[in-house]
């Protein structure tokens, strides 16, 4: 088959733009993956009503305490994501978080707003034991915070691990009002409101 010179140059300028196309593409492609920073620090999801709160830490490192990062403005303003009293929220954590054994700090107050321990002690989670959680918050222990700490690989003493990351949601309830104890009294509430965290 034989071309004549107008389907010679038609088949030069079809040639001409696919080489184009294909370099353009392939560099946009080639300049997102390149350009696109993953974010591999952990994270929490949590579903309350028709909400999902994704909870980013305020400080991370990786397993063996090292390439650590701290979120100053996300530890100072925190999140909050009122949760009703008689509802639950369902809290899942990150694959990231899950594949290492992870601490579940909860903080609850009474139906007066006093915190019932100021100290939880937190629930430890092993590897891979837990992804997603139900958490009640009732009249006589209404939820006020949730933290999640990632343990890591370093051991302190021979028994203790490291937390390797905070990640904290101040779950208090719209027009609910926490009250803390005064340092002069500490059974009685003074009324001074502060947030609630449940490891100080």
Same mark, same amino acid.
């Given at each position: ?29 080639? #300049? ?45 303003r925190g ?27 909860l903080l ?21 034991? #837990?992804?997603?959680?139900?958490? !009640?918050?009732? !009249? ?9 700490? !990632?343990?890591? #690989? ?28 005064s340092p ?11 947030? !609630?965290?449940?490891?100080?």
């Amino acid at each position: 088959m034989q071309f004549n010179s107008g389907e010679k140059k038609a088949v030069a300028i079809i040639a001409i733009v696919a080489v184009v196309f294909t370099g353009v593409v392939g560099g946009i492609v080639s #300049a997102l993956v390149v350009g696109k920073h993953h974010d591999e620090r952990g994270y929490l999801h949590v579903a309350i009503d028709d909400q999902l709160i994704t909870v980013k830490p305020t400080e991370w490192c990786d397993v063996l305490m090292q390439n650590c990062t701290a979120d100053q403005d996300q530890a100072l303003r925190g999140q909050h994501a009122p949760l009703p009293i008689g509802q639950s929220a369902m809290l899942s954590v990150s694959e990231n978080i899950s594949d290492h054994p992870w601490l579940l700090y909860l903080l609850y107050a009474d139906r007066n707003g006093v915190i019932i321990n100021p100290d939880p002690t937190p629930e430890y989670k092993t590897s891979g034991s #837990a992804f997603t959680l139900e958490l !009640p918050s009732r !009249p006589d222990r209404v939820l006020v915070n949730i933290e999640v700490q !990632p343990l890591s #690989a370093v051991v302190v003493d021979g028994q203790f691990q490291v937390a390797r990351g905070v990640l904290a949601l101040n779950t208090t309830p719209d027009g609910f009002r926490v009250k803390q104890p005064s340092p002069q009294n500490p059974s009685a509430p003074s009324e001074r409101v502060e947030e !609630p965290s449940a490891t100080g």
